[in-house]
């Protein structure tokens, strides 16, 4: 490498390569960079820590006390402070966003044209004078057996059994998948400034710009501090399997940051000293390819299918914004030169006796193509920006080296890219490709337009990395095989919403979806007298699911998990009027705030709409029954409102009592007297499914006015509450259940609760005008596979693609399949569990008995139990 050395050391023996007399302690040839040859220079790296310790304290020894220069050299910052601003050797200052993923690879056409008019628009807000950089990083995935790890449930506590089956599907499933790359997405971008503070200023519209951008494509982005981007150079220069053990807090007043995260060493291997065209590092590998032309067009798919590679690069995509009037007065020189040409050409034909108007085609096609660029810019508004495209390339191995860089070769190919290694500049083009959003090969460059850069398309297959322990388990990434973990807090809004036909997957989803999250949070501790174990853990979740059919009854025997069945002369009673204030004691402005949900219980008896009488009505005996409860923890119940609304003069009153009879003394009286269930800490499943028709919006009311009571004692006590909510659009029949379905919807969230709205009829769901507004306060829609009809409408709604909507039609093989929208990705999964590796779990999740049955016997038939037995113990 070229770096320089003191000369007044002592002379060893000269340079192998050229001859020239090499300092004792020196790495590298001061004057052609050639690297001393190594004792040990094998075709692999060492494997065993004590071989590689041992190579490195022979590396000390040779390099002496010239290793940390060299090797800091290869760090492309001089300066990061802990606020995350950087500052390179040239002077510029930078800052990184972290960027997400979307579906364009899958979406329509037009919404492909959509992303690629806002990416226009992206490139369009880095003003001439900074720089900006787009890195597509494929990272090693090396803490494998950690990330492995940290997807298995702990086996101790209540639901030991259930979350051994669990770490059986997800090694399974991890065995499956392809985990060995983590894909991360960055946008650097720089500014010459004098100090930091006016770098900070000028950078700081830039971010806001650049992320309000990304958010218009739905793609979250995240600024990053001086540690993330530490961690992000550590990576990229160490490996990620090298510990990481950097902080600002040991920084010391004469360290610099930069030297923690250089290669211990570095060296040319001697069979490429010549050329030098790889570098060696204590962990891998390293050579950084050209993108040096595009040939005739430039697809979008290009470096797209790259990244898509299993190969651990870095994809760097650096753009210089030049002056757009600099630019258009170039292009008018180039056709004002280009048209001199054709007049002295001419000029000259006229003299031979040739005929001048017949000219060279390259010449008529060269004044042709400037006017249009001229006309491009002008018209189409475009910026032009000098462009470098660098692919870093990290291997084990030099067999992996070459085939990785045959890979790569292979798939540019494809698409007319020229990708061409680059010998003797190999230090300057890795650090060109770190971002901080500056070159150091500034000779290797191209002009590009805006809408040229646009089309290099940075997104391939969703990638999500979110917390397994608060995800919702949607079992198998459908394209990588992986397992698939979304948390709702990481996305815009915690509530979810799934629509799906009955018996295409969606109660056995929803089973392994509350199973996973019950687990996550072992059961370790038992209070005296309390028939439930509970997990210490304070934010442990509280999970709640209005059981319509019946589902969820082996679940909830699994987890010991209590079920209250709602039937006619019942046992169980929930009281409607039930009411907690979230700011402690009741007060008549709570009772004040909840008056829709009286009003669409009155509504629901009356089965019909309210007039104001009724509504007035209401109000005043909602104030009369509820006065002598103020304050205390005493409530009414729906006899005492009933006899209010007996009292009053009005018909009005008689009406709305003379309904509500039924429900106090006759069969349907499950909600006339004090609540008496009491919730489990864990789970608890409210069994509606044999109410019938007429009961059914009096007991979603009552059990959303019981969950919001519960919300509010256990965001006092830090605790998520999960409600899992089945034929939500049972509301929306009833104007003013919909009107507190929405205002629950909305508010709640506030209050730590996490909604997932169930319902077979996406239709009747969205074309309500509350049911638009609760899917724009949705973060997540889960589709599995649904009638033609259905299908074609959510397609339309959701602007699918021809893939993405085969995969939720019912026509198609797709059972336990689907999609997840959430944060601009549509992720497809399979949630199929199979019966022959994973029949404990197929038992407790399949809802439907008879076809749980049918499957169950032909396992059976087609593998013995002893082997079923013995195959699942040994996966």
Known sequence: MNLAHDNTKEVAPGCSNCGCPMPQDAAFCPHCGHARPLAQESAELPKSKKARRSLREKMERIAGGSLSECTNDLVAFEVMTASGLARDERGRWSRTLMFGDTAYDQERREQRDD?????????????????????????????????????LLPTDGADADMARHYNGLIKRKQAEGRTEIRRINLVTFSIQAEDEQAAENLLATMRENAAAHLGRMQVRAESLDGDARMRIFHDLLRGPESPYTFSYASLGARERARASVAPDFAAYPDVDATLRRTILTPNFYVKTLHIADFGSELSDAAIRRIRALPVPMNISLTFFPQPKGEIIRKVQQNINAVQGEIVTLQS??????????????????????????????????????????????????????????????????????????????????????????????????????????????????????????????????????????ISPDELGSPHTMVFGMT???????????????????????????????????????QVFVFDQHAEYTPLANALSAPIYKFSPNGRWRLNPFDLNCREGEL???????????????????????????????????????????????????????????????????????????????????SFNGQTNVRDAPHLTIYDCSELGKSLEVMAMLSMLQHVRNACFRNNAAGKPTYLIMEEVQILLENEPAARMLNDFYAQMRKWGLHMVCVTQHPITML????????????????????????????????????????????????????????????????????????????????????????????????APEEEGAEAREGR
């Not at 003003?127 to 990330?147: F, H, K, V, W």
């Not at 219980?601 to 104030?623: I, N």
């Not at 407790?844 to 049955?853: G, I, L, M, V």
């Open 115 to 151: 992303i690629y008019d806002k990416m226009c628009q992206f490139h369009s807000v880095f003003p001439a004078g900074s720089a900006y950089q787009i890195n597509l990083l494929n990272m090693p995935e090396t803490r494998d057996a950690q990330a492995a790890a940290a997807q």
């Open 348 to 485: 000259k034909m006229s003299r031979q006796g040739m005929d001048p108007t017949i000219l060279p085609p390259a010449m008529e096609d060269k004044e042709a193509d400037g006017k249009e660029l001229r006309s491009f810019l002008i018209e189409d508004d475009q910026q032009v920006s000098w462009f470098q495209g660098l692919i870093t390339i990290y291997a084990k191995t030099p067999a992996d080296m070459r085939r990785y860089t045959s890979m790569i070769l292979d798939e540019a190919q494809v698409f007319s890219l020229s990708v061409a290694q680059v010998p003797l500049y190999q230090e300057e083009l890795w650090k060109s490709s770190q971002p901080v959003a500056d070159t150091f090969v500034p000779d290797k460059m191209r002009s590009l337009t805006t809408a040229e850069s646009a089309i290099m398309m940075p997104w391939t297959s969703e990638s999500v990395f979110h917390d397994p322990r608060n995800s919702y388990f949607f079992v198998q990434h459908a394209t990588t095989l992986a397992p698939l973990f």
């Open 503 to 541: 018996g295409y997957g969606k109660g056995m989803l929803l089973n392994t979806i509350i199973g996973h999250l019950v687990a996550s949070w072992p059961r370790t501790e038992t209070d005296d007298g309390d028939d439930w174990a509970r997990c210490p853990d304070p934010a442990a979740p």
């Open 587 to 669: 007060t008549m402005a709570e009772v004040s705030r909840n008056a829709d949900f009286f009003k669409a219980l009155a509504q629901d008896v009356l089965d019909g709409a309210l007039t104001k009488r009724h509504e007035a009505v209401v109000d005043r005996c909602l104030r009369i029954v509820f006065q002598p409860h103020l304050g205390k923890t005493t409530r009414p119940v729906l006899s005492d409102f009933a006899e209010a609304l007996r009292q009053q003069p009005e018909t009005e009153a008689v009406d709305i009592a003379l309904a509500f009879e039924s429900f106090i003394d006759g069969l349907a009286n």
């Open 767 to 862: 074309e309500h005008p509350i049911g638009k507004k609760m899917y724009e306060n949705t973060g997540m829609h889960v589709f599995l596979p649904m009638q033609n009809l259905n299908a074609e409408y959510v397609a339309e709604y959701f602007k699918l693609s021809p893939t993405q909507k085969d995969m939720i039609d019912v026509r198609g093989d797709n059972k336990g399949r689907g999609l997840v929208s959430a944060a601009g990705m549509k992720i497809p999964f399979n949630a199929w569990i199979d019966p022959k590796w994973d029949k404990e779990l197929y038992e407790t999740f399949n809802t439907d008995p008879n076809a749980r049955k049918r499957v169950l016997e032909a396992v059976a038939a087609t």
